[in-house]
Each structure stands twice: as structure tokens, then as C-alpha cells.
């Protein structure tokens, strides 16, 4: 286990930074990662610092750019230490899906790919058990 992984989680309330999945219904613990990935710079400092479900983090890798579907231009990602997630996203309720609603949430929305079938299907179960949002 990463050995930040116990102040993070809490830090984060045990979801994902990015698709706020709740880290109870998984049977592991989800993955601390890098914002700015270490290799252009980043650091092992709390600032740098999320939690992510394993599918996130796959989907984010070692990027912090993306392209916004809507405007067609690079921008950059969610940064969960900086940025507000409701400023970035809302939650379609009757379709489970999360709905970016600036250049950075669109793009990493796309990005992470964050409304998969598999995520979609989960976010519907996770919405009538009350573990979402």
C-alpha cells in the first residue's frame, strides 16, 4: 500500500477525486496518484497528491491535458487540489452520468472516459442504494 494512501483516503472520503466513486463497494482499496505526474515535475508532496479509482487513474495515466469535445481545444484537466468539482461537473441523475460543464470538466469527462457502460451501470446501482453522489 502507498504509504500516503491513509491521509489521502480520508482526505478524500474514501472516493474517487475525479468520478467520486465511493471507495466501500470496491473490495480494494483505490490508488494514490500523481496530479502532475512525477516525471515533468511533479512531487510526492499532499498537494500533488489524489485519490482515484483504478479506472481513473488507467484512463488519466500520465496526462494533464485533454481536448474539450465541445470547443476542440486542448485544455487542462480537473486538478482536485485546486479546482471545485461541482464547478466542473454535475451529475445527471436519471441517466447516471457525469456531465462536464466547462472546457476542463468536458475534457476530463472524455478523458478518463468517466461514462463508460460498466461506470454507468454501477452509478445507477450506487444512486438508488444512496452511495452517490
Not at 460543464?101 to 478518463?112: E, F, N
Amino acid at each position: 500500500m502507498n504509504p500516503h494512501y491513509p491521509d489521502v483516503a480520508l482526505r478524500a472520503k474514501h472516493r474517487c477525486e475525479y468520478c467520486r466513486a465511493p471507495e466501500a463497494v470496491f473490495n480494494f482499496e483505490f490508488e494514490v496518484e500523481h496530479i502532475t505526474p512525477k516525471a515533468p515535475g511533479g512531487t510526492d508532496s499532499e498537494t500533488n497528491l489524489a485519490l482515484a479509482c483504478r479506472a481513473c487513474n488507467l484512463m488519466k495515466s500520465d496526462r494533464v491535458v485533454a481536448t474539450d469535445p465541445e470547443m476542440g481545444q486542448e485544455t487542462r484537466l480537473f486538478h482536485p487540489r485546486e479546482d471545485c468539482w461541482q464547478e466542473h461537473f454535475e451529475i445527471d441523475s436519471d441517466r447516471a452520468l457525469i456531465v462536464g460543464i466547462t472546457p476542463i470538466g468536458r475534457a476530463t469527462v472524455m478523458q478518463l472516459k468517466m461514462n463508460r457502460e460498466l461506470q454507468v451501470d454501477a452509478r445507477h446501482h450506487w444512486l438508488e442504494l444512496g452511495l452517490f453522489p
